[in-house]
Structure formats: structure tokens, C-alpha cells
């Protein structure tokens, strides 16, 4: 399942999400093909609800294990990279589409794509869901420890430990001041016959590790600009702004709760 890099790792990436935000109605002019102008290939779903109204499309990328699922309604955009999940799937480690830094870059590329051509909006956001597998939960309360510094986790006598926190950030745009959320929540995640809802699907899919459970540390990141902002972000702003937010993600991943 590991096949956006195929050499050891560090961290895993789970999924990758890239959120846009509007609050007027620009939204109406995007593409309703995102699928196929970002990958050259048709969707294998599309579906249209009226209620909202709402659009979504999701497919495997061509050549890879990950799921590409694009959704607009109206204000708000959200393209996901996920791995693929089937009924008869048997797993010997958390799903995951690779080792992080290549799948951030590549994301990173094709995201690039999206926003050069995409409409105004205020508030952009970028999420990421990391694995670094572990033996058993204890070690991956030690492993976890290196990533916290400013926490003391007792990993022998600990159990359903949780750490979240916000470490916010100014970004400085046309001299204008854009506070930057940096969300991290650190946990250990175990794997033991578990149902995940795969996208598109109608009911969840049952999918069962080998062997004994399955453990890894897991941080979810949601680096974001401020939800108070009402104001168009510059269009030449926007870019940057993506790309501050994705070294986010790389610095938090690569240092830990940092400052």
C-alpha cells in the first residue's frame, strides 16, 4: 500500500486534504469536471445532490494505492488524497498512501494545478493524518515522547493518552497580518478489526489486520487561516499561503510540537 515511495520510513501519510473557503458565489464558476482537470482521467463516481447543492468525484490515481476524492457545495471546496480500502482486504499495517515527504510533495504538486485556476477565496486550510508505526503501545508512547517536549507521558503506566494543541503563527501578506492555526493532535492508534467507511460507498467495509493488533503514533494536523477573515485572500497570495501551510505540516512533523 506504500507505493508513492517505496524506500523505509518515518512517518506514513494517512490522507492529505486541501480545503477552500468562500463566502461569496464565485464557487458556481468552478470546473465541474476538478476530477479530470487535475488527473486527465474520468472519475469511477461522480454524484450530484440538489440539496445543497453538492457535487462529488473520487477515483484512483493512475499508477498508485490512493484514492483522489474531489467535493464542492457552495462556499467550500475540499480535494482529499485517501488509500484505497476494499471488502477483502487483510492488513499487516494502517492503510496509508506512503511515506510522507513524497506524498506531501506530490499532493503539493497537483494541488498547485487546482489553485492557479480557482476562485476567490478567504480562508484556505490544508489537513494531514500521519502514521509512524510502532510495536505495541508503549513504544509508541516512547516514540511519541521525542514529539513533545513540553509533555511528560508515563508510557509503561499510561493508557487512551491525547494531546492537542494550537500553536498559532502570523503570515505577513500585502502587508497584511494572516494568522496561521497550527492544530496538532498527537495520539497511539491501534488497529484491531476495524470498519472503515471508504468514499462513495454505501455501507462500511470490514477490514481485519493479521495476526496480533497493529499500533502506530498518529498526529492529525489542521493548519489553517483564521476563520474570522472575511476578506478575499490576494490571488497572488494564495499560493504562497497553500505552500506556508504545507511546511507547516513538514515542520511539525519533523520536530513535534514546536513553538
Known sequence: MTDVLAEDVNWLAESLRLTMFSTGADGESVSATLFRDLTGQDPEVT?????????????????TAAVLSCDRQPGRWDIAL??????????????????????????RRLMLQ?????????????????????????????????????VRI???????FSYT????????????????NRLSK??????????FQVSGATTPVQV????????????????????ERVAPLPKDAIA????????????????GDVR
Open 154 to 160: 508515563d508510557a509503561e503506566h499510561s493508557m487512551d
Open 165 to 180: 494543541i494550537n500553536r498559532p503563527r502570523q503570515f505577513e501578506i500585502d502587508h497584511d497580518s494572516v494568522r496561521i
Open 240 to 255: 504562497p499561503m497553500f505552500s506556508q501551510l504545507v511546511e507547516s505540516v513538514i515542520e511539525l512533523l519533523d520536530k
Open 82 to 107: 485517501t488509500p484505497i480500502l476494499t471488502g477483502d482486504m487483510t492488513l499487516a499495517e494502517f492503510p496509508n498512501i506512503g511515506n510522507w515527504r513524497n506524498a506531501l510533495e506530490f499532493y
Open 186 to 195: 498527537w495520539s497511539v492508534a491501534r488497529l484491531s478489526g476495524v470498519q
Open 208 to 227: 481485519t489486520p493479521t495476526g496480533v493488533d497493529i499500533h502506530a503514533c498518529r498526529v492529525e494536523l489542521d493548519i489553517n487561516t483564521a476563520a
Open 47 to 63: 454524484a450530484v445532490h440538489k440539496a445543497g447543492p453538492a457535487q462529488h468525484e473520487h477515483g484512483q490515481l493512475a499508477g
Open 114 to 150: 487546482w489553485i492557479d485556476r480557482s476562485p476567490p477565496c478567504n480562508r484556505i486550510a490544508v489537513g494531514a493524518i500521519a502514521l509512524r508505526p510502532a510495536a505495541d503501545r508503549v513504544a509508541g508512547y516512547r516514540a511519541l515522547q521525542q514529539f513533545l517536549p513540553d
